[in-house]
């Protein structure tokens, strides 16, 4: 009765409905990072003056790294809450729960801070709105609510109940509006290197680096030299045009090939975040003099469209720049819900929080009470209208669990080497560590730096991101702490990350290989397997029927090591780990020692013309033999 108890408390694992298809899954990525550029572009700009580019350049390592580290980890673990579920398997649970509450506070502040810029877009169509405030009382308490406020909350609340009636309706929402976000974003930079780049005002900022005044709200390090500090400061300014990658990975849950489309969507939201985000800051310095560009904090893309004749004096064309920046805003904020609703259910769903949040509605298979608690917390906030004081935390958070997700990939390339990765971070190198080889991804060990030194800065830098980034941190501990001391579990525990399994594992699959066979077996391994199998290539010299002296038969056996090393080293190049083996003895015997072990998952045997069944040159049927004592694990493969 207990177990059934408890059965029906988890159904989450398997009830989120699989909806999003690849363009969903990349609009997802898209739209998390794509709305950032329209606050951040000016605002890089402002302290970085004319080095903006290469603020945003130093950021990008961070998000180009951690969004291959959630590829590779999102396709292996395709589970819904991200860096939570990879620290947890990775490290433990309580790791686990701070990569996760580090991202809800960066959810819900999203979710409130582009409610509010896509009212303040809304003001170009309704200019009455930026003008315009209404005083609530509430509980005896006078409280003065502006009418963009008002907007935001009522746009959040629309959000929460698109994202209740389910994930599909949410994700076509982010498709329309970023596909109009990457026409016009396209057009812009188009137009404005052809119509309105001046290579001489290029050259003449480029120069420049780094505000050189001093600036009251920075913490700065030391007293000179401001135009080095202010760059730093932009550097950290520049990571916020980078949060919300992680977006594809929380909805792995419900994506309908994560294996496949997680690797194209991560790629292609990076390229597409990158060649707008540098790509507009390059242009930009050719465009508009920084200081200009710097003062438009609300409005950067407006101001330089602005500088393109002919179209930026056209009010239908500001209109369409206005309703872009409303669009994509708008798709941020729906993102920040469904990000946030599925860390929460994810966080629940293994014990992190109380299990009350990981209620599936049985119609719409959506976690309603995370996207109702959460979604009305960021509903208020946007509300309030004034969330300057909570910027800092927005990256000090996010940096911390991106941190985490690329030392989460380099431990489980190590400790989980078992589990089959459909796409992997390309570049890896070898390292030797008391006579144990570690496998180390080399844009998760860069990423890994430049997080951490990017996030050192925003504690150095951001006096109001070091209180409120290291209170959140405090009061999440003490949540943490009273939850799993009311289930009696211990805080480190990594029992409940032991039950995270991926999508598949490897397999160990013994290749049998007549000596004769060696001309299309890489072609007809590579066509009918895919590299979640482990190969181990094996011909046997055999004794049932030839008399041969040991000298003969090690002469044959080296023979065919070399024509055996060289089919591995085919099969290698093309993703697959091989081992090979060449036997003695009786054919059958080692067969049937072979196929029974446990240490092989299949047996496969090439079959092709002239392989027929019965007795071949003298050799037995290998399907025979194998066939005979182990008949679940055979696998013929057709040449």
């Known amino acids: 009765m207990g177990s059934s108890e408890e059965a029906k408390t988890q159904p989450a694992r398997a009830a989120l409905k699989r909806d999003i298809g690849w363009f969903g899954s990349f609009s997802m990525g898209y739209a998390d990072v794509g709305a950032d550029i329209y606050v951040a572009l000016g605002l890089v700009a402002a302290y970085a003056a004319g080095w903006a580019p290469i603020a945003f350049i130093i950021a990008s390592i961070t998000y180009i790294a951690t969004g291959l580290a959630y590829a590779e980890l999102a396709t292996a673990y395709p589970y819904a809450g991200g860096a939570q579920v990879y620290s947890m398997k990775a490290i433990n649970d309580f790791a686990g729960f701070l990569a996760g509450w580090l991202v809800m506070l960066d959810y819900t502040v999203c979710t409130a801070l582009f409610a509010i810029a896509t009212t303040g877009y809304l003001t170009f169509f309704f200019p009455i709105l930026a003008h315009t405030s209404f005083v609530v009382t509430i509980l005896g308490f006078h409280m003065s609510v502006n009418a963009i406020g008002v907007i935001a909350f009522v746009i959040v609340l629309s959000l929460i109940c698109i994202n209740i009636v389910g994930i599909k309706e949410a994700s076509n929402l982010n498709i329309a509006m970023v596909a109009l976000n990457i026409g016009v974003l396209s057009m812009i930079i188009i137009l404005g290197l052809f119509m309105a780049f001046n290579l001489g005002l290029f050259d003449s900022q480029i120069v420049i680096r780094g505000l050189p005044e001093e600036v009251g709200h920075i913490s700065y390090l030391w007293s000179a030299d401001y135009g080095n500090q202010n760059f730093l400061y932009a550097v950290t300014l520049a990571m916020s045009s980078f949060i919300g990658i992680e977006s594809i990975a929380q909805a792995a849950e419900e994506t309908k090939r994560p294996d496949r489309i997680i690797p194209r969507a991560t790629k292609m939201s990076i390229v597409s975040v990158l060649v707008f985000a540098v790509g507009l800051s390059f242009i930009s310095l050719g465009m508009i003099p920084w200081e200009s560009l710097g003062a438009s904090l609300s409005d950067p893309v407006s101001a330089l469209v602005q500088t393109i004749p002919i179209f930026g004096q056209s009010v239908y064309f500001l209109a369409i720049i206005a309703f872009t920046g409303f669009a994509i805003c708008l798709v941020s904020s729906n993102t920040g819900i469904i990000g946030v609703s599925r860390v929460v259910f994810s966080m629940s769903n293994f ?231 060449v036997q003695l003895g009786s054919l059958r015997r080692i067969v049937a020692e072979k196929a029974t072990s446990e240490e092989y998952d299949f047996i496969i045997v090439l079959r092709g013309k002239g392989f027929k069944k019965g007795k071949r040159n003298g050799f037995e049927d290998m399907i025979s033999l194998v066939s005979a004592v182990a008949p679940g694990k055979l696998m013929v493969v057709r040449r």
């Open 351 to 581: 014990d992190l929080l109380p299990k009350w949040f990981s209620k599936i509605n049985p119609k719409t298979r959506t976690p309603v009470r995370t996207i109702i608690v959460f979604g009305s917390i960021g509903a208020l906030m946007a509300l309030i209208g004034h969330l300057d004081w909570v910027a800092d935390l927005y990256n000090f958070g996010a940096l911390l669990s991106y941190l985490m997700v690329n030392i989460s990939l380099i431990i489980l390339r190590h400790t989980d080497r078992e589990t089959y990765r459909s796409w992997r971070v390309p570049f890896s190198f070898k390292l030797n560590v008391r006579g144990i080889q570690y496998e180390i991804p080399l844009p998760s060990f860069l990423g890994m730096i430049a997080c951490s030194s990017i996030w050192i800065l925003v504690v150095l830098y951001h006096p109001m991101g070091r209180l409120l980034g290291f209170s959140w941190m405090s009061i999440g501990i003490i949540i943490y702490t009273l939850h799993r001391r009311h289930i009696d579990k211990p805080l480190l525990s990594r029992d409940i990350g032991a039950t995270i399994k991926p999508m598949t594992y490897k397999m160990n699959a013994l290749v049998l290989l007549r000596p004769e066979e060696k001309e299309e077996v890489c072609e007809s391994i590579s066509n009918s397997l895919d590299a979640r199998f482990r190969l181990t290539l094996m011909s046997i010299i055999s004794t049932d029927k030839w008399d041969l002296s040991l000298e003969k038969a090690d002469e044959y056996r080296r023979l065919l090591e070399s024509d055996l090393e060289k089919v591995a080293s085919s099969l290698e190049s093309s993703g697959y780990d091989t081992k090979l083996s």
